[in-house]
């Protein structure tokens, strides 16, 4: 059984900082591409940030790049998402999510929700004005 697990959401200030985790089990999670996501309640689910199965290609949506970093230990089963200079705008439930795909369709699909077999249950981060 596939599980993943997020950690490290919190209430944090304008500015501030926050690291999450995600821990897969139940998967060879070295040959995944992994990512992580973001849902405001009454809106879609959208993408923040992917990272290929070695870590060595990361994706960002353009809001967050150069704040967010997305980075992965597959020797721990673990994904990162490290965040900073936090915007009120940043608040959310992040989730990260799982797919094993080639590397030609993921190029071209990593954007889209409906291309990820497994998801977390969700970490929610607040960020204060």
């Known amino acids: 059984q596939v599980q993943l697990v997020e950690s490290g959401g919190g209430l944090m200030q304008a500015g501030g900082s926050l690291s999450l985790s995600c821990v897969a089990s139940?998967?060879?999670?070295?040959?995944?591409?992994m990512g992580w996501f973001r849902q405001d309640p009454g809106k879609e689910r959208e993408f923040v940030a992917a990272?290929?199965?070695?870590?060595?290609?990361?994706y960002y949506v353009n809001t967050v790049k150069g704040r967010f970093t997305i980075s992965r230990d597959n020797a721990k089963n673990t994904l990162y998402l490290q965040m900073n200079s936090l915007k009120p705008e940043d608040t959310a439930v992040y989730y990260c999510?799982?797919?094993?795909?080639?590397?030609?369709?993921?190029?071209?699909?990593?954007?889209?929700?409906?291309?990820?077999?497994?998801w977390g249950q969700g970490t929610q981060v607040t960020v204060s004005s």
């Open positions: 990272i290929t199965p070695t870590g060595g290609t990361t």
């Open positions: 139940g998967l060879t999670f070295s040959t995944y591409y």
């Open positions: 999510a799982a797919t094993r795909k080639s590397f030609l369709e993921y190029v071209r699909t990593y954007q889209a929700t409906n291309q990820y077999d497994y």
